[in-house]
């Protein structure tokens, strides 16, 4: 709704963004939070003004949107840059407006810095809104550009920051502080999205969780270096923003030339973080490309063979994923060049003759022939240096002052932004995705860009990240143009690049290299808040675990990868009829539930004990749902405390039963209550949710399952 004054309210969701534009003057942001509703958008204009400070630079408290040094705003700028040392502080003011129910475009400029910026804005119906910034350099001599950020204010309620750090193995481990006046800065100078880059900044009321609280959070949409912040400045002014973290002359604006930032996505939530993640699920689920079919049952054979490749071998593989009921096979590395270890190959991506001799048909056509769709791991942004590739190309290798970035995994980093590497890579996958019948491609990315300088580019060796993304953003995109049956995962070192951006161009994550049920907990859990169920690889990984060396029952297993989408790797060719029978039975449970668990809301609840977590999914309708209760760890109390299973409607009566789809955890009956003696109860969704369910003792790292259905 666009008011007198040059008042832009964009309103959806639950939520309301209040915009001044007005020609001569720079944009601000009256408001971003809860709905306004019908409000006098002039009375709200007027209440949020304020007395200058004493002292300081006499300027509307309202928020500017696009902040800068000329008006007196010290906090972090929109825009950092120069041309040749001076233009540095530039004031754009607003030109034109143009603006819909749900969108805005506010072109600015100033004319002595010569410099425009388009700023988009959006909402969504979930309430999500997503900005950036366009600048365009309207001189006739270069400008520097060394960086664009997009914010928006938060309220002084907001005094409370949770953002997320990690490693290999470990992704998206949260961390909380109190939000003091300063600022909390989260850079990224990894290359790519980064195992410890904070997938959301969040900010809120002291306290908040995921069913109570205000809580305002941002995501940077950008696969490479990028910073995210919240900052407080002494006079009161909050904001959360971000953008890409250009390095120094990676972005030179020539005569007429545009740079746009990164889409900086904002959620405000009055329920918590769950509510956050419900703008985000739904503003996903929405998207044309998100994926439509049922996500199929998954068999990767990495943890299963690793470089072993045998094709008698493999058959088995696939006979046994075939048996519990396995749509979808994916063969990983070690199909190619000479890569018997990770040592070699990279970037050779033609089919090994040494052990592949008739090529891949035979294992391709024996896997399809059992019903199953095939997939293939490749690593295209990577080379070894013990490569043909390597030896017939050094001068494709990313590098910085003529010496090679230190290796890691015995691998350099491939420049695809030079148009004959580009070509070349592009190319190789084509001419595999024609050759062969392949339906998904498991796309690796297993190192950080480090001293990645440009190669073939004039100046030689200038930073290179930057035109590295673009091009991998364009190599997907023309390889699914011209392949759009082929889905993509987004694997790299496990969860290191998870963002909405390389989202638009792929069809689910690989999570993280973990498959310890007990670390995958937290790492879903977390993931979870910026992307659904669906969206998340998540498999049953062999008893003991490849990267902590625990030991979980298949029970505990499979219950961590139902709420995902699921999957296994893990050699089951080699395990007995049992255990088989066991994984057949729980494949059938979530191809039941699959429904459910890729279109519902996913829940938390704010259990009192942390040594036990609850979380569930429940039908948009609310209809029915299936929950989790976790024993993470022992707990101080010699039985759980109940458990309350939120989201449900409160006024429908429902069944509860407990369910164990791949074996039941040992001694359940005998510690459990009596309601589950019986194997059921009945009670409403107000009860449920306030009342609870009394639980049995569960030793440490087991789980249970409920199914809630109509009664």
């Not at 909402?123 to 910034?133: A, D, K, M, Q, V």
């Not at 006979?319 to 070699?344: I, N, Q």
Request: proline share 6%; glycine share 10%.
């Amino acid at each position: 709704m666009t008011g007198a004054a040059g008042w832009h309210h964009l309103t959806a969701g639950g939520v309301s963004l209040l915009v001044e534009a007005v020609a001569g003057a720079s944009p601000r942001v009256l408001w971003w939070g809860a709905e306004l509703g019908s409000t006098d958008l002039a009375a709200v204009a007027l209440a949020a003004g304020a007395a200058g400070p004493h002292g300081g630079v006499v300027a509307s408290s309202a928020a500017l949107l696009f902040p800068n040094y000329a008006e007196g705003d010290a906090s972090r700028p929109a825009l950092a840059g120069h041309r040749g040392g001076v233009d540095f502080s530039p004031l754009p003011k607003c030109v034109t407006v143009d603006s819909s129910e749900s969108a805005l475009a506010i072109t600015s400029a100033d004319e002595s810095a010569a410099l425009s910026v388009r700023t988009d804005v959006e909402i969504s119906e979930s309430g999500l809104l997503r900005l950036r910034h366009a600048v365009t350099n309207t001189g006739d001599s270069d400008y520097v550009l060394d960086g664009v950020a997009a914010a928006l204010p938060i309220p002084g309620e907001a005094a409370e920051v949770l953002d997320f750090t990690g490693r290999w193995s470990r992704e998206r481990s949260p961390q909380r502080r109190p939000m003091t006046i300063g600022a909390v800065v989260r850079d990224s100078r990894r290359g790519r999205t980064g195992h410890d880059a904070t997938t959301l900044m969040c900010a809120g009321e002291p306290g908040f969780g995921f069913r109570h609280g205000q809580v305002w959070a941002v995501h940077v949409a950008w696969s490479g270096n990028h910073s995210t912040y919240a900052e407080r400045t002494p006079s009161g002014l909050g904001r959360l923003g971000g953008g890409e973290l250009l390095l120094s002359g990676e972005v030179i604006l020539a005569a007429g030339a545009e740079y746009v930032s990164p889409w900086l996505f904002a959620v405000y939530s009055g329920a918590g973080l769950d509510g956050v993640s419900a703008s985000f699920h739904r503003w996903l689920r929405a998207r044309t490309n998100h994926p439509k079919s049922p996500r199929p049952i998954v068999l990767n054979t990495w943890e299963a063979v690793y470089f072993q490749h045998d094709l008698e071998k493999l058959c088995r593989l696939a006979d046994a994923a075939a048996e519990v009921g396995v749509e979808r096979f994916v063969l990983d590395d070690g199909w190619f060049g000479s890569r018997r270890d990770d040592t070699s190959g990279l970037g050779d991506w033609y089919v090994s003759a040494q052990v592949w001799p008739e090529g891949l048909s035979p294992l391709i056509d024996y896997v399809r022939g059992l019903g199953m769709q095939f997939g293939l791991w490749v690593e295209p942004e990577m080379i070894n240096p013990d490569s043909e590739l390597a030896r017939a190309h050094p001068d494709w290798i990313m590098s910085t002052g003529g010496r090679l970035p230190a290796e890691v995994r015995h691998q350099q980093v491939l420049d695809i932004g030079n148009p004959a590497a580009y070509a070349y890579i592009f190319e190789r996958l084509d001419a595999l995705l024609t050759e062969y019948p392949i339906s998904f491609v498991k796309w690796d990315h297993n190192r950080d860009l480090v001293d990645a300088g440009q190669s073939g580019a004039e100046p030689h060796n200038r930073a290179g990240v930057h035109r590295q993304t673009l091009a991998i953003y364009r190599l997907l995109d023309e390889l699914r143009a011209k392949h759009p049956g082929v889905e993509v995962e987004s694997c790299s070192s496990g969860g290191a690049r998870i963002d909405l951006e390389i989202l638009q161009r792929t069809d689910r994550v690989w999570t993280s290299d973990c498959n310890d049920a007990l670390e995958r907990q937290a790492i879903q859990r977390w993931t979870g808040l910026l992307l659904p169920p669906e969206l998340m690889g998540a498999h049953v990984g062999p008893t003991e675990s490849h990267t902590t060396g625990r030991v979980h029952s298949l029970s505990f297993r499979a219950v961590a990868a139902t709420f995902g989408h699921s999957g296994m790797e893990w050699d089951i060719a080699s395990i007995t009829a049992q255990e088989r029978a066991r994984l057949r039975t729980w494949v059938s449970f979530v191809k039941d539930h699959r429904d459910l668990l890729h279109s519902g809301d996913v829940v938390r609840a704010d259990y009192p004990d942390p040594a036990g977590w609850v979380h569930g999914v429940v039908a948009t309708d609310r209809s029915c749902a299936l929950f989790a209760y976790v024993q993470m760890a022992s707990t101080a109390f010699e039985r759980p405390l109940p458990v309350q299973l939120p989201g449900l409607d409160p006024d429908r009566c429902y069944l509860v039963r407990p369910v164990y789809p791949a074996g039941q955890p040992a001694d359940v009956n005998r510690t459990g209550p009596a309601w589950m003696a019986a194997g059921e109860i009945a009670l409403s969704g107000r009860a449920l949710a306030t009342v609870g369910l009394a639980l049995p003792i569960l030793r440490p790292e087991q789980a249970l399952l409920l199914e809630v259905s109509p009664r």
